[in-house]
């Protein structure tokens, strides 16, 4: 025990537990003041008034999964569905912290903001514990985090972004940890962190590398292999759950049409349409930025967002490798935490670049450029440790932040948080009365169509396009899948279908058919109306 006292009172922890509490509480103060700053609170924040609706995939799944242990009916797009189970396109590995945290405290429209926040809470509490800031570099770190809305914005959502931030926050600070104190359970920790990272997502391979590069590092030859055995498996299984558990989406995740070039035109073919490639989305990636500024385009905010902190890193990295090869350090101590800034900033930065490289290569901009943001999460981190002169880097970013998330943020299909709407509450609670008692879950040769709900994406009606109010399939009862259908598929394959229930919009073709073929009509509110086929 005096063991125990002494080491608390050398290594100065009750200043550092101080630090990491006042921290963890920043992400609770951030959602309570943008909260009350709309006349809300937290727990009036209403996920079916959001219009992303890939909210709404990832809740039900995560709420098929803990009732059912996954869900009854199949969710996939145009009715596709996964060679096994019955998950959507993503990675099922993406929303197992929602997972736990319903199976402990249950599931319901509050659960995954709760999550989110205390995650993000968490990260900042280890970060402080493992790093150990200074109070000017805790307040700098503060001043961003604030205002860099996102964090906000996906803590009171159910996108699996704050999943992504907090995990590899966590990551960084073990590493910084590692480095000035090398053990090796750190190291599997950070390998089993980068894996989890890769299986949710797999671009974040790229932090992989870091612990790949450690092991080498330590350990040359033996440390190489073990790291490529690491890495193929860590791959090999991600291809394996893309494979059987993942649905077909309406169209490719990401392009590899720049690599097949290399094979069906040459080398000289496949630099030719890399390099083409680049320039034409290079340009469209520019003229997302200049909207960014002129309009507030988000896409556009978060390429410039992303560019600022990979110059940030980029300079810093430069500035340190200077620094190191020139001697530039007054004691050992100082050294070593030069080294470690420079490794950790430069593979972040080579990370950005990589990023922004795929970005151009494999995504489409829009939908790609939120990815990004969890890259940009874990620089504010980074860069808030940097003692530059007068936080001049720091500075800049939050410059950016500002311009762009307060001056020009103000699009609501990107920046608002959901609140409730009485309107909505009021439809919400006849499709939950209604669907419990008419709805019934077939549990035999599981998962099945029979369990599944069309949800057709749009209509026309009277020449104008409407979408349906899917919001309102948040009624939908435990376990039921959902699967999103473009409504010429639907009208395609309309005597072909499949699936037990339809969602449409009222008045639309798709309705026509439905009445032309004596479909029962089970509720309608709002622009949804849902159909039984038998």
């Given at each position: 025990?005096?063991?125990?006292?002494?080491?608390w009172k050398?290594?100065?922890?009750?200043?550092?537990?101080?630090?990491?509490?006042?921290?963890?509480?920043?992400?609770v103060?951030?959602c309570?003041?943008?909260?009350?700053?709309?006349?809300?609170?937290?727990?009036?924040v209403?996920?079916p008034?959001?219009?992303?609706?890939?909210?709404?995939?990832?809740y039900?799944?995560?709420?098929?999964?803990?009732?059912?242990?996954?869900?009854?009916?199949?969710?996939?797009?145009?009715?596709?569905?996964?060679?096994?189970?019955?998950?959507?396109?993503?990675?099922?590995?993406?929303?197992?912290?929602?997972?736990?945290?319903g199976?402990?405290?249950g599931?319901?429209?509050?659960?995954?903001?709760?999550?989110n926040?205390?995650?993000?809470?968490?990260?900042?509490?280890?970060?402080?514990?493992?790093?150990?800031?200074?109070?000017?570099?805790?307040?700098?770190?503060?001043?961003?985090f604030?205002?860099?809305?996102?964090?906000?914005?996906?803590?009171l959502?159910?996108?699996?972004?704050?999943?992504?931030?907090?995990?590899?926050?966590?990551?960084?600070?073990?590493?910084?940890?590692?480095?000035?104190?090398?053990?090796?359970?750190?190291?599997?920790?950070?390998?089993?962190?980068?894996?989890?990272m890769?299986l949710?997502?797999?671009?974040?391979?790229?932090?992989?590398?870091?612990?790949?590069?450690?092991?080498?590092?330590?350990s040359?030859?033996?440390?190489?292999?073990g790291?490529?055995?690491?890495?193929t498996?860590?791959?090999?299984?991600?291809?394996c759950?893309?494979?059987?558990?993942g649905?077909?989406?309406?169209?490719?995740?990401?392009?590899?049409?720049?690599?097949?070039?290399?094979?069906?035109?040459?080398?000289?073919?496949g630099?030719?349409?890399?390099?083409?490639?680049?320039?034409?989305?290079g340009?469209?990636?520019?003229?997302h930025m200049?909207?960014?500024?002129?309009?507030?385009l988000?896409?556009?905010?978060f390429?410039?967002?992303?560019?600022?902190?990979?110059?940030?890193l980029?300079?810093?990295?430069?500035?340190?490798w200077?620094?190191?090869?020139?001697?530039?350090?007054?004691l050992?101590?100082?050294e070593?935490?030069?080294?470690?800034?420079?490794?950790?900033?430069?593979?972040?930065?080579?990370?950005?670049?990589?990023?922004?490289?795929?970005?151009?290569?494999m995504?489409k901009?829009?939908e790609?450029?939120?990815h990004?943001?969890?890259?940009?999460?874990?620089a504010?981190f980074l860069?808030?440790l940097?003692?530059?002169?007068?936080?001049?880097?720091?500075?800049?970013l939050?410059?950016?932040?500002?311009y762009?998330f307060?001056y020009?943020?103000?699009?609501?299909?990107d920046?608002?948080?959901?609140?409730?709407?009485?309107?909505?509450?009021?439809?919400l609670?006849?499709?939950?009365?209604?669907?419990?008692?008419?709805?019934?879950?077939?549990?035999?040769?599981?998962p099945n169509?029979?369990?599944?709900?069309?949800?057709?994406?749009?209509?026309?009606?009277?020449?104008?396009?409407?979408?349906?109010?899917w919001?309102?399939?948040?009624?939908?009862?435990?376990?039921?899948g959902?699967?999103?259908?473009?409504?010429?598929?639907?009208?395609e394959?309309?005597?072909?279908?499949?699936?037990?229930?339809?969602?449409?919009?009222?008045?639309?073709?798709?309705?026509?058919?439905?009445i032309?073929a004596g479909?029962?009509?089970?509720v309608?509110?709002?622009?949804?109306?849902?159909?039984?086929?038998?």
């Amino acid at each position: 025990m005096e063991k125990i006292v002494v080491w608390w009172k050398e290594d100065n922890r009750g200043i550092t537990l101080v630090k990491a509490l006042l921290l963890a509480a920043l992400p609770v103060f951030c959602c309570l003041v943008y909260c009350a700053a709309q006349g809300f609170t937290i727990g009036q924040v209403y996920l079916p008034v959001s219009e992303w609706n890939d909210e709404l995939f990832y809740y039900k799944q995560v709420e098929g999964i803990i009732h059912y242990g996954y869900p009854q009916g199949y969710f996939g797009f145009n009715e596709s569905h996964a060679l096994k189970l019955s998950f959507a396109a993503w990675s099922p590995v993406l929303v197992f912290p929602w997972i736990i945290w319903g199976l402990i405290f249950g599931w319901n429209l509050m659960s995954p903001i709760y999550c989110n926040i205390f995650l993000m809470a968490l990260c900042c509490f280890l970060f402080v514990w493992l790093v150990r800031p200074a109070w000017k570099q805790l307040g700098v770190l503060a001043l961003l985090f604030c205002l860099y809305t996102p964090f906000v914005r996906y803590m009171l959502s159910v996108m699996p972004e704050v999943i992504c931030f907090s995990m590899l926050i966590i990551f960084y600070s073990l590493a910084v940890n590692y480095l000035r104190r090398e053990k090796g359970y750190k190291l599997v920790l950070l390998f089993l962190l980068a894996a989890t990272m890769t299986l949710m997502r797999p671009y974040l391979a790229l932090f992989l590398l870091l612990p790949a590069f450690l092991w080498i590092r330590k350990s040359r030859w033996k440390g190489a292999a073990g790291a490529f055995a690491v890495l193929t498996a860590v791959v090999g299984v991600y291809a394996c759950i893309k494979h059987y558990l993942g649905a077909e989406y309406f169209a490719p995740l990401f392009f590899t049409d720049w690599a097949s070039a290399f094979f069906e035109q040459g080398l000289w073919g496949g630099i030719r349409f890399t390099l083409g490639k680049l320039f034409y989305m290079g340009r469209d990636f520019l003229n997302h930025m200049r909207q960014g500024f002129s309009t507030g385009l988000a896409s556009g905010a978060f390429f410039v967002c992303h560019l600022v902190c990979m110059m940030v890193l980029t300079v810093q990295s430069v500035r340190d490798w200077y620094r190191l090869r020139k001697g530039a350090w007054k004691l050992e101590n100082e050294e070593k935490e030069m080294k470690i800034q420079f490794i950790i900033q430069a593979h972040l930065a080579f990370c950005f670049f990589s990023m922004l490289f795929a970005l151009l290569l494999m995504y489409k901009l829009t939908e790609g450029s939120k990815h990004l943001l969890t890259f940009i999460a874990a620089a504010i981190f980074l860069i808030a440790l940097m003692e530059t002169k007068f936080y001049k880097k720091a500075a800049v970013l939050g410059v950016t932040f500002a311009y762009f998330f307060f001056y020009m943020g103000l699009d609501p299909y990107d920046y608002q948080v959901p609140f409730v709407q009485e309107e909505r509450l009021a439809s919400l609670e006849v499709w939950d009365n209604t669907l419990s008692g008419r709805l019934e879950l077939k549990e035999e040769n599981v998962p099945n169509y029979e369990n599944v709900v069309i949800w057709v994406f749009n209509d026309t009606v009277e020449g104008i396009n409407v979408n349906t109010q899917w919001q309102l399939l948040y009624a939908l009862p435990e376990g039921f899948g959902i699967s999103c259908c473009m409504p010429g598929y639907v009208l395609e394959h309309f005597d072909t279908l499949q699936s037990r229930y339809l969602c449409v919009v009222p008045g639309g073709p798709v309705e026509e058919k439905c009445i032309q073929a004596g479909y029962d009509k089970i509720v309608e509110q709002e622009n949804a109306v849902l159909y039984q086929r038998y």
